[in-house]
T-cell receptor, first 112, second 113 residues
């Protein structure tokens, strides 16, 4: 069964460092997303990406964040200068037509 | 502001004891309502999509229903393996569908043998 794959599963980084979280969405899907979940809190929308551009972003998704689809299979989230409050689970998701989204297993980001 | 509220926050059931989880929403035009299951440390796993009031979907011991203001996830004769956090999410309507989901805080279900 097709699935969304995320790497790494756990990333520890020092405050101020750049991190790149990687995702391989389901192959025939056209919509791609990043969400995050701080421990014990709701899943929060960060950004949606369609037709090689950002279609919507939340207030959380400021200039420190960027997304890229560098080739036909990968979708990345970059955080330029990490802060302690960026520590969270980051989920990539994809959708065929903008309806139900299928999520990866997440990357646990710990900023120290 | 679009909002999703789930209740109860936590629910403990004995194996075989049926119950319902509630998801109340306020959204500017509902495009779709989604139920997900999330196990600890894992990503949300898609269960159901509901699009219009009166619609129902079933999968094994789970049944989801939708009204104009809320959705219920009914669990019939649950088993310990049904223990998880159940998330409700909505997509708001509008001229452009970006697919953004707005999640509730979830109901954590524990089913004891």
């Amino acid at each position: 069964e097709p699935e969304v794959t995320q790497t790494p599963s756990h990333q520890v980084t020092q405050m101020g460092q750049e991190v790149i979280l990687r995702c391989v969405p389901i192959s025939n899907h056209l919509y791609f997303y990043w969400y995050r979940q701080i421990l014990g809190q709701k899943v929060e929308f960060l950004v949606s990406f369609y037709n090689n551009e950002i279609s919507e972003k939340s207030e959380i998704f400021d200039d420190q964040f960027s997304v890229e689809r560098p080739d036909g299979s990968n979708f990345t989230l970059k955080i330029r200068s990490t802060k302690l409050e960026d520590s969270a689970m980051y989920f990539c998701a994809s959708s065929e037509a903008g309806g139900e989204a299928f999520f990866g297993q997440g990357t646990r980001l710990t900023v120290v | 502001e679009d909002q999703v509220t789930q209740s109860p926050e936590a629910l403990r059931l004995q194996e075989g004891e049926s119950s319902s989880l509630n998801c109340s929403y306020t959204v500017s035009g509902l495009r779709g309502l989604f139920w997900y299951r999330q196990d600890p440390g894992k990503g949300p796993e898609f269960l159901f999509t509901l699009y219009s009031a009166g619609e129902e979907k079933e999968k094994e011991r789970l049944k989801a229903t939708l009204t104009k203001k809320e959705s219920f996830l009914h669990i019939t004769a649950p088993k310990p393996e049904d223990s998880a956090t159940y998330l409700c999410a909505v997509q708001a309507g509008g001229s452009s569908n970006t697919g953004k989901l707005i999640f509730g805080q979830g109901t954590t279900l524990q089913v004891k043998p």
